[in-house]
T-cell receptor, first 115, second 110 residues
Framework: EAGVVQSPRYKIIEKKQPVAFWCNPI?????LYWYRQNLGQGPELLIR????????DSQLPKDRFSAERLKGVDSTLKIQPAELGDSAVYLC?????????????FGSGTRLTVV | RKEVEQDPGPFNVPEGATVAFNCTYS??????FFWYRQDCRKEPKLLMS???SGNEDGRFTAQLNRASQYISLLIRDSKLSDSATYLC???????????FGSGTQLTVLP
């Protein structure tokens, strides 16, 4: 069974440029999460989807970040414009249930460097 | 105060040693706890769920202490391959979702 698939693995962009990340969750996992992980820190939730509905986006910086999950499967996370402080690893995860009672499965992440 | 707090370490232990990590949480109504392992430049991977009755998997034992609001991970007979960052996960107080600690770095030395 394929795990959570993310692309690209690495992205280097200049500040003020836009960037987008893509995620394909595990088949049948209705809950999808986008996390951001800075060096030496644990992942921090940006947004959580249940099917196509964003049920928690309180930590998403809405002035420059946006996300969508059309048809409740794949999801994209966009930053426009990117700032130097956005350099981090962006992780997508999915879970079988809403609360994540069985844990999450993470994709390999996108390592973003803003220069 | 962070909802989930861990000692960042690093913990440097010799091969074969027993090492324990603790993690405190603030949401007393929490139900779900986990330990994740993260290798350098890799994604976190689920190591163990933590149950009220404790959970053992080979050399790894996870326990939950609700009275003191902490969870623990015990690794016996450490192997070089156990070197990684261990992330504690517990529920967020504000929503029905999980919050990660900052991680504890373990290095097992030959």
């Amino acid at each position: 069974e394929a795990g959570v698939v993310q692309s690209p693995r690495y992205k280097i962009i200049e500040k003020k440029q836009p960037v987008a990340f893509w995620c394909n969750p595990i088949s049948g996992h209705n809950t999808l999460y986008w996390y951001r992980q800075n060096l030496g820190q644990g992942p921090e939730l940006l947004i959580r989807y249940e099917n196509e509905e964003a049920v928690d986006d309180s930590q998403l910086p809405k002035d420059r970040f946006s996300a969508e999950r059309l048809k409740g499967v794949d999801s994209t996370l966009k930053i426009q414009p990117a700032e130097l402080g956005d350099s981090a690893v962006y992780l997508c995860a999915s879970s079988l249930d809403r609360q994540g009672d069985y844990g999450y499965t993470f994709g390999s992440g996108t390592r973003l460097t803003v220069v | 105060r962070k909802e989930v707090e861990q000692d960042p370490g690093p913990f440097n232990v010799p091969e074969g040693a027993t090492v324990a990590f603790n993690c405190t949480y603030s949401n007393s109504a929490s139900q779900s706890f986990f330990w994740y392992r993260q290798d350098c430049r890799k994604e976190p991977k689920l190591l163990m769920s933590v149950y009220s009755s404790g959970n053992e998997d080979g050399r790894f034992t996870a326990q939950l202490n609700r009275a003191s609001q902490y969870i623990s991970l015990l690794i016996r007979d450490s192997k070089l391959s156990d070197s990684a960052t261990y992330l504690c996960v517990g529920p967020s107080g504000s929503a029905r979702q999980l919050t990660f600690g900052s991680g504890t770095q373990l290095t097992v030395l030959p």
